[in-house]
């Protein structure tokens, strides 16, 4: 999201996500095994904004589970090994909401959070959850964190039939800091490929998990369900990134840590 206001949204935006989820236009085709494809685009050299597109078929999820996955911010705890704290904020819309991720990042680089506005709309039997970076006074940069920048990132989820469903995360992010190339390889050919298996196992586990932990409860299905306090546009402003600390992590040596094994 461009510009110096705090906006929700609307339907042509929706739109313009989805068309760049399904162009391959100005991307470059990185990695492609087990139905899992990764492209890149605009790694220019000193340019720290860094976009990548992941694009899973998953033939045994349905597109309304994986839709559950996404939202589930309490199973999110359960199954992403890379989130550090996450928590919802507020309450702007029916569809529109803003929270806090921080996770993990490949040692011995220091770890991101950002507070993004997301938000979500279902489009016939496709989905569509996307966000990017606000500020908000009351969660300001850590001083153990480097504040990342969400300039647009997000999911489609797309319906193939009963239980089958193609997933597409795009990411167009600025992790303020000049990142060496080996983070850049690694994110394309491993650890995005490793994300979208991770998403995938937690769907086949989900139906038996919330059996067990509050069934019903499915606030980005049923607004009425939000327990979240209502916040004002007024409370957030654009998060720009030369506003944030840039560090230098470029001569940084990639540490040789086990891998997991999935």
């Not at 909401?97 to 921080?102: A, E, I, K, L, N």
């Not at 009963?162 to 992010?173: F, I």
């Not at 030369?242 to 840590?257: C, P, T, V």
Request: proline share 6%; hydrophobic share 35%.
């Amino acid at each position: 999201m461009s510009g110096q206001t705090v906006t929700i949204p609307d339907d042509q935006a929706f739109a313009s996500f989805k068309a760049e989820c399904l162009s391959e236009d100005s991307w470059s085709l990185t990695h492609t095994k087990a139905g899992i494809t990764v492209w890149t685009q605009g790694l220019e050299e000193g340019k720290s904004v860094h976009k990548i597109k992941c694009r899973m078929v998953c033939k045994d999820v349905s597109a309304e589970i994986m839709y559950d996955v996404l939202h589930d911010i309490e199973y999110r705890r359960k199954w992403d090994t890379n989130v550090i704290e996450t928590f919802d904020i507020g309450r702007l819309t029916v569809n529109a909401d803003v929270g806090y991720y921080s996770w993990k990042c490949p040692k011995p680089l220091r770890n991101r959070d950002v507070i993004t506005l997301r938000s979500w709309l279902p489009i016939g039997k496709d989905y569509i959850i996307m966000n990017y970076s606000v500020k908000h006074a009351k969660y300001p940069p850590k001083k153990d964190m480097v504040r990342a920048v969400s300039i647009q990132t997000g999911y489609m989820i797309q319906s193939q039939g009963p239980n089958h469903c193609t997933l597409t995360y795009m990411a167009q992010v600025d992790p303020r800091g000049s990142l060496p190339k080996w983070v850049v390889n690694k994110s394309s050919h491993f650890l995005a490929p490793r994300a979208m298996k991770k998403i995938n196992k937690a769907c086949l586990k989900y139906s038996d998990w919330k059996q067990r932990h509050n069934p019903s409860f499915k606030p980005w299905i049923y607004p009425e369900q939000t327990t979240l306090p209502s916040i004002p546009l007024s409370e957030l402003s654009i998060q720009h990134a030369d506003s944030l600390e840039n560090i230098d992590e470029s001569s940084l040596a990639e540490a040789q840590e086990r891998e997991d094994s999935d």
